[in-house]
């Protein structure tokens, strides 16, 4: 099956550094893939949509300049949290999409990250 | 109001009895519905996938869908230990590698 790996699954940083979290799609090329966002005993919220060789495209209210998306090849997206605060501290997930039709998406095993 | 509602719980029930979630939803346009499991700590693990209304059945799961209610349900025979997690229930518009509304998610217990 799909197998979307992210890493680090955990990070502890300094307040005001930058933490880069890494999402591959092992077996598949992926164009697409999604960052998530989940705070504790709530659900997945969307931050945004990462398209391979463009631009990502941002949900409302996620600052784009603090969560940078680099989606360099089809299998390899980046999410670098810049000048982190404790309230960044989050599990990010990661999705990818298969490029066969109408195939759900697959999720990493997410990253907790704890900005001190 | 949430576009996708879904009990938190906890749902405690004991090993070997049927474990029924469900979820209600306000957003006509979603055509595909998926149940994810999620462990502590863990990204969602893909259950069941279903386009439009009807059912569908995989081993213990079986998925239903009622676009006309705008209801969906999923139920787990059998139900293990190992069953304990939190559901989430997601849906899309359009295709079903789009981007993905969830609920809330309910925490499921099963006791031995």
């Known amino acids: 099956g799909a197998v979307v790996s992210q890493h680090p699954s955990w990070v502890i940083c300094k307040s005001g550094t930058s933490v880069k979290i890494e999402c591959r799609s092992l077996d598949f090329q992926a164009t697409t893939m999604f960052w998530y966002r989940q705070f504790p005993k709530q659900s997945l919220m969307l931050m945004a949509t990462s398209n391979e060789g463009s631009k990502a495209t941002y949900e409302q209210g996620v600052e784009k300049d603090k969560f940078l998306i680099n989606h360099a090849s089809l299998t390899l997206s980046t999410l670098t949290v810049t000048s982190a605060h404790p309230e960044d501290s989050s599990f990010y997930i990661c999705?990818?999409?298969?490029?066969?039709?109408?195939?759900?998406?697959?999720f990493g095993n997410g990253t907790r990250l704890t900005v001190t | 109001q949430k576009e996708v509602e879904q009990d938190p719980g906890p749902l405690s029930v004991p090993e070997g009895a049927i474990v029924s979630l469900n979820c209600t939803y306000s957003n006509s346009a979603f055509q595909y519905f998926m149940w994810y499991r999620q462990y502590s700590r863990k990204g969602p693990e893909l259950l069941m996938y279903?386009?439009?209304?009807g059912n569908k059945e995989d081993g213990r799961f079986t998925a239903q869908v009622d676009k006309s209610s705008k209801y969906i349900s999923l139920f787990i025979r059998d139900s293990q230990p190992s069953d304990s997690a939190t559901y989430l229930c997601a849906m899309s518009a359009g295709a079903a590698g789009n981007k993905l509304t969830f609920g809330g998610g309910t925490r499921v217990l099963v006791k031995p």
């Open positions: 999705s990818a999409r298969q490029e066969t039709y109408n195939s759900p998406l697959h």
């Open positions: 279903t386009y439009s209304s």
